[in-house]
């Protein structure tokens, strides 16, 4: 006699409060998982959870999830499982197998981007941070920084880029294809204000392929702010911080988290 596979697949829309739940019915024998997986799930590892229910962390189409499996095997709940304390139970298990080893192989991808040196580079903290020539927010964070670089408590290394004006290519450009890069970012820092470095066609000539490297790197990254920043935690964990960040996020950047 044919039995029915009922998989309950729940979603959680995080911050709405919102929640997707369908299910989905077969006539052929089976357990939930082996559905889930037919579905193009890449299912990664299992791991233990107090709830009484089996943990997975797997992917689809690069995004993570974290898989639940009942103990018949044959109902399964996809997305978010929170304890009374509010605690998700596969979050760990998804930065452990997932988003840690993804971070590092963006860390690595970055570092071999074409990049102007800021501060002493034997400064103990290296932050990557991607920089268009006129990115207000990309500005402050550098002044919020300044101390810290100027002591030599960090590093900046700018993946310079060319996404937010018509000129910023040029200016980007002409940074990087400058004979001293470190000199022309200076300039421009100190120039800001009042437009920044002028454009040097020959500079820019030099360095427009390079940004252009960097633009689609920033693409094919997902990143989709400036600045988009990489440091490396106290645990050597790779972080990453779209946007300006937060003052606790600048605290463990900076070497001033508790």
Known sequence: MKKSLIVLLMVAIVGTGVFLVFNRQTTTEGDALTFIKQQGV????????????TGYVGTFKDEPMSIYILPDQRYAIVGDLINAEGKNLGAEAIYQLVTKPNNEKVWQRVESASWVQDGDKNSPQVIYTFSDPFCPYCHKFRELAEPYIKSSQIQFRHVMVGILRDDSLAKAATILGSDSPEQALATHLARYKSGGIETDNNAASKGSERVLENNHLMEDLHFHATPTSLYKDEKG????????PMKHDMDSMFGQGE
């Open 237 to 244: 964990d790779v972080q990453i911080i779209e946007g300006l």
């Open 42 to 53: 890449t299912v990664l590892e299992q791991f233990d959870t107090p709830a009484g229910v």
